[in-house]
Structure formats: structure tokens, C-alpha cells
């Protein structure tokens, strides 16, 4: 049975993170306000974050040792008592371990901002100082921040060309290679879809193994009972039904195998332009994406990955309006989703040769930040690259019962311990903090506090990091 979240263990996350905001809006961000001598030494905080993990494991272990011993008096020698005794023991332990991970990312600009606007509403209520022995209440951070930059704050260590977290921008593809991306082509013409709209239901149903199955419900839903009009193209089941018709039912069976034929070729139309479509995005727009995103700068890769979005979106609406296609009995409706098909495979290369446009612009923009770069001056990092807390909580509570039962030729049991049981609740808290990186929506931590992250948790399982 999987342990219950009580006791120890029901730690409230709200409360948690409620006490790990305040703690850093009230000590971390009041470090950063501080001036030494006219001067901000810790300045650099304010654009920090913190990512922070918890883990709340509850280990529940049950023993049970039953034994005896059983005696048997045997003749007496020499005045001297004889006896055999036989000891039968046995044993059964179970364990159950539960754990709880949650993680998150805050920024302190954004934790500023809240508090302004929140500090005194019902999430934080001025952050009152609560007592006692679980991660709700004091975690320390003062004496760590105090301890951590103290060498700032002694000038030992000052923001320099120290080697920080994160990478420069790869180098842009050349210009002459951007010129070289042609657009791709608009949808298919009349001719290359003439000779879906006159093909007739045999040489439709012998396209692939979907039409084939398609065409065999078809058939079967409009209860076309003869083969002359399966083999007939579009152009000879018109003439049947063009007046005078001498055979009504004929006319009728005419009829069925037209709405047929038409359903099975929209829906072979309609997964052809799926597969091109699917090509596009593999062949195309996928690796361009992988080239602007390895190789422009960032500032302007977003238009690129709009543009990709936008064919992903769309690749994905096609995709829907082929399902429609394969799947009703409806001429009205089976051309609608056809129509929409066409209109989404357009959509796709509208997009993708805007994408082909948007990289050229990148490519412009890149070289000539990459200009701007040569003649900055080299980059200054923070005096700290991260620091990182660790807080556990360990909870054991145990328990045994031994009955003890001596009888004339058993005694029972003869373990120490007849049953026991151990509940261990573990509460572990790391929080790092460090300058985070720009992602693709905001902000994420980076590499540094990522592995400071790892770090921790290697060593709370006790394995050894080298570097």
C-alpha cells in the first residue's frame, strides 16, 4: 500500500513557497538595495532567479519475527538433567517508499513586482516569520547570503571577464548560402488534380491500401450491386445520367457510383497533398529552423520560429480535414474537406517561403551584430555565478511490540522483536540562485544553476560527483 501523505509529509507547497518568496524578496532583494560606500555591490542580484526543488519522501518499513522454542526433557544420566531443544524462526519485512517532487523558477524582478501589489493581500500577509521545525519555517537565507558575498562585499571577488554561464552566438550561415533557400511551389495545378477528378473507382482504389479499404466501405454503404460502373472514369457515368435515361434504375445505380467515386477521390487528393505537405515540413521547414536557430542571433530568430509554427499549425489542421475526408458517406462534406485540405496545404508554403524571407533578414541582422560585437568591449559577469542551499528535514518514528510466552516445553518468541515498524519522512528543500538565461517565451534557468540542481541531488543519493 502506497504510504499516505500525513504527519511529517503533509507539508502545505503553498506554504512552502510562500515562505521561500518572502525570504527572498526580504533578504535577497534588500542585499541588492544596499550601498557600501556610495556604491551597489550586490546590484547584480535584482536580475537573478532561483530555482528551486522539493521533495517530500515518506519510507514506511513493518518487520515481523515470529519464532519459539520447543524443549523435550530426555532421561536423566549421572544425576545430570538431559533435554533437546528445537528453535523454529521465521521472518517478513515490507516497505513502501512515496515520493513528491516539485520544482519551479521565480524571477526577483518579478518577486518585487508581486509584492508591491500583493505583500499585504491574502497570499503573503506581510510575510510573517513562522515558527518551528519543517520547511515552512525560517530557512537561514540570511546567514547564506551574508556568508556567500562577503568576498563581494570585501572587493575580494568583483564583476570582470570571469568565464560565466552561457555561450556567444554561433557564427551566421554566409549571405551567399542564405540566397541560395528557393521558395517552394504553391499547391498542385488542374492538370497534376485532372486526373483525380476523371479517374474511375478501380484505378482509385489500386492508389494504396487506404483507398482500397475505403472504396470497399464505399461500395458497400451506397449498395453498389454491379462492376460496370467501377471501372467507368467520371466522364462515362455523366453520360448515364445525362437525359433521356431509358433504365431508372440504372440511372440510380449511376447516381450511387458517382457520390462513390467522388468521395474516393477527394480523400486520394486530399492524402496526397498530406504527404507533400509532410515533406515540406521534414525536409524543409524542420532543418531550416535547426540552421537559424544554430546559427542567427536570437534577437530576430523569433520571427523565424513564428513562421514555423505557423506550417506546424497548419501541416497539423490538414492532417484533421484528411480524417474528415476518409471517413464520411457525404459528397458535400467530403468536398468541403478537400477544399479546406487544399487551402492548408497553401498555408504551409505560404508559410514556409515566409520563413525563407525572415532567415535572409536574420542572416542581415546577425552579420551585422556580429559587427557591432568585434568592437564592444568583452563581457562582464557577475563576481558569483550561483549559490545554492540545501535544507533536510528527517522524521523517524518507530515502533515494536514483543509478547513473550514461556510455557513448559515452549517459549515463544525468540527474537528480540516480535513486530516492529519504522516511518521515516525525509523533507529536502534546494534552492540555487543565480542570473538565468533568455528562452524562447521568458526566462529558464541556466546551465550553472541547472547543475548546481544536479549536484545536489547526486549527492542526497549519495553518489559522488567528480568534476
Not at 526433557?73 to 544425576?79: D, K, Q
Amino acid at each position: 500500500m502506497v504510504p499516505p501523505r500525513d504527519g511529517a509529509a503533509a507539508i502545505d507547497v503553498n506554504a512552502v513557497v510562500t515562505r521561500v518568496k518572502c525570504d527572498l524578496r526580504n533578504i535577497v532583494l534588500e542585499k541588492a538595495r544596499k550601498k557600501i560606500g556610495g556604491a551597489q555591490p550586490f546590484l547584480f542580484l535584482r536580475s537573478w532567479a532561483a530555482k528551486i526543488r522539493l521533495s517530500l519522501v515518506v519510507d514506511d518499513s513493518a518487520s515481523i519475527n515470529p519464532g519459539a522454542s520447543v524443549t523435550t526433557p530426555l532421561h536423566t544420566v549421572n544425576n545430570v538433567a538431559q533435554s533437546f531443544t528445537l528453535g523454529v524462526g521465521a521472518g517478513l519485512t515490507t516497505q513502501a517508499v512515496r515520493q513528491e517532487d516539485v520544482e519551479f523558477l521565480v524571477s526577483f524582478s518579478d518577486i518585487d513586482k508581486e509584492f508591491q501589489q500583493t505583500s499585504t493581500g491574502p497570499f503573503y500577509y506581510s510575510c510573517p516569520e513562522d515558527r518551528g521545525l519543517l520547511l515552512e519555517s525560517d530557512l537561514g537565507l540570511d546567514k547564506l547570503i551574508n556568508n556567500a558575498l562577503s568576498p563581494v562585499e570585501n572587493g575580494v571577488l568583483v564583476p570582470g571577464r570571469n568565464v560565466g554561464p552561457g555561450v556567444g552566438a554561433p557564427p551566421p550561415i554566409p549571405l551567399r548560402d542564405i540566397g541560395k533557400i528557393a521558395a517552394v511551389k504553391k499547391g498542385d495545378t488542374d492538370e497534376q488534380r485532372k486526373r483525380f477528378r476523371e479517374a474511375s473507382i478501380t484505378e482509385l482504389t489500386a492508389l494504396n491500401t487506404k483507398s482500397a479499404a475505403i472504396a470497399d466501405r464505399l461500395i458497400s454503404n451506397f449498395g453498389l450491386n454491379t462492376s460496370e460502373f467501377k471501372s467507368m472514369s467520371a466522364e462515362g457515368i455523366k453520360k448515364e445520367l445525362a437525359p433521356p435515361v431509358p433504365d431508372p434504375a440504372k440511372q440510380i445505380e449511376a447516381a450511387k457510383a458517382e457520390q462513390a467515386r467522388t468521395i474516393l477521390a477527394n480523400s486520394a487528393e486530399a492524402t496526397e497533398l498530406e504527404t507533400k505537405t509532410q515533406a515540406i515540413i521534414n525536409n524543409i521547414v524542420k532543418p531550416r529552423f535547426s540552421i537559424a536557430e544554430g546559427s542567427f542571433d536570437h534577437s530576430c530568430v523569433g520571427s523565424v520560429a513564428q513562421q514555423q509554427f505557423e506550417a506546424l499549425a497548419q501541416s497539423a489542421n490538414l492532417s484533421a480535414f484528411v480524417v474528415q475526408a476518409d471517413n464520411t458517406n457525404d459528397v458535400k462534406v467530403s468536398n468541403t474537406a478537400l477544399e479546406n485540405a487544399r487551402k492548408a496545404h497553401d498555408a504551409v508554403i505560404t508559410a514556409t517561403n515566409q520563413m525563407a524571407k525572415n532567415m535572409l533578414d536574420c542572416a542581415q541582422k546577425t552579420v551585422v551584430i556580429n559587427e557591432a560585437k568585434k568592437n564592444a568591449p568583452p563581457p562582464v559577469y557577475d563576481p558569483v555565478s550561483a549559490i545554492t542551499e540545501t535544507v533536510n528535514f528527517y522524521i523517524t518514528a518507530t515502533g515494536s511490540i514483543t509478547p513473550t510466552w514461556k510455557l513448559v516445553r515452549v517459549t515463544a518468541p525468540i527474537s528480540g522483536t516480535f513486530i516492529s515498524g519504522i516511518r521515516k519522512d525525509t523533507n529536502t528543500l534546494i534552492l540555487t540562485m543565480g542570473r538565468p538565461q533568455s528562452g524562447a517565451g521568458g526566462i529558464e534557468a541556466s546551465t550553472a544553476m541547472n547543475n548546481q540542481i544536479l549536484y545536489s541531488i547526486l549527492s542526497q543519493s549519495g553518489i559522488t560527483v567528480r568534476p
